[in-house]
């Protein structure tokens, strides 16, 4: 015999009309539809939702992943320079070969190159701009398109920043004649000193317009030089070596190019005084280049600026200077600061 309870809850259900649908559509939250007093469904917990009620935790989980953070700062990208390939090497050996063995003086046999040689002297120095022009030129060339890759990267690092990058520019180069004159002058009590590669570099710009000049020398010289002393020398030997150590070698090799006739006993303009502008040069770029994430395109512009005012001194200041002559020698001790 069922107890009383139990039976008038069975009489309860038994006079409860048949379920119906929805007049209202499906019942929202992907729950299926159920009648209110058939219980709750088979697995109900205390605290799960019912009857197409959606989970409290979609309301109540606070706000979205990040609201109230400040986005991330942003940072100079490294412009990743690489590893070693073939390309390099083969370049290397072209500008070994080419340059530091003279080979290149064998343009000079070109027809129009030649007829230049065999003129008078301001045709002869001529005819050596455009041996260096050629010589450049071709290694420019190479050199461009086996880095090709990594100078768009850094184009594309260099955006960061760019305004305050150039505005360091003058002041850097500023710098380092104010460097190179304390060093000079009041460390070691010295004159300025022109090398002889600089003093032929000077002879040679007296019969080439300045235009031609400046695509030679500020343009497609720097490039070659940092493709070799950053970009190979620091960019990617830091792959296998710390970095600044590679920063301290490219220091020491850089200036040391520019005096080849004087370490194969040629020439003895090899001095203290004449490798400090070398040497600040080579520190200032090779700060810039590593502190700006290796950017070989940051460092060529350093260099660039450095022999453009090299080139404006030599062809706008210096012949205006030799008209008064001593009350503006400080004119040639600047260009012999510059290097």
């Known amino acids: 015999m069922l107890p009383l309870v139990e039976f008038i809850r069975l009489e309860a259900m038994s006079q409860q009309p048949p379920p ?57 990208q490294d412009s990743e320079p690489g590893r070693f390939t073939w390309w390099d090497l083969g370049a290397t050996l072209f500008y070994v070969l080419g340059f530091l063995t003279g080979l290149v003086s064998f343009l000079a046999l070109l027809p129009p190159v030649n007829a230049l040689m065999a003129g008078d002297e301001i045709q002869q120095q001529q005819g050596m701009f455009t041996i260096n022009a050629i010589s450049y030129g071709v290694l420019a060339a190479i050199t461009m398109s086996v880095s090709a890759a990594a100078l ?69 010289g720097p490039f070659v030089e940092e493709y070799f002393f950053r970009h190979l020398l620091i960019g990617k030997l830091s792959r296998y070596i710390n970095v600044w150590i590679c920063g301290a070698v490219s220091i020491i090799a850089f200036p040391l190019l520019h005096f080849i006739p004087a370490l194969f006993g040629l020439a003895d303009d090899l001095t203290l005084v004449s490798l400090v502008p070398y040497l600040t040069m080579g520190v200032l770029i090779s700060v810039g280049y590593i502190v700006t994430g290796r950017n070989l395109f940051y ?41």
Request: glycine share 8%; proline share 12%.
């Open 299 to 339: 460092a060529w512009v350093l260099h660039f600026f450095n022999n453009f005012m090299s080139l404006l001194v030599s062809y706008f200041v210096l012949p205006w200077a030799e008209d008064f002559g001593q009350p503006y020698q400080s004119l040639y001790w600047l260009a012999n600061l510059i290097g």
């Open 152 to 220: 768009w990267r850094s184009v594309r690092a260099f955006a960061y920043l760019w305004w305050l990058k150039l505005l360091l520019v003058p002041f850097a180069w500023l710098a380092t004649l104010l460097l190179n004159f304390v060093l000079i002058v009041v460390v070691l009590g010295a004159d300025p000193e022109t090398s002889e590669n600089q003093e032929a570099i000077d002879t040679m710009l007296q019969a080439v317009p300045f235009l031609a000049a400046v695509a030679v020398i500020a343009v497609l």
């Open 20 to 76: 119906v649908s929805n007049p209202y559509g499906p019942v929202p939250g992907g729950f299926p539809e159920r009648n209110v007093l058939s219980g709750p469904p088979p697995g109900w917990k205390p605290g799960d939702p019912l009857f197409g009620e959606r989970p409290p935790a979609q309301f109540h989980a606070g706000p979205p992943s990040g609201w109230g953070q400040r986005p991330p700062r942003k940072r100079q």
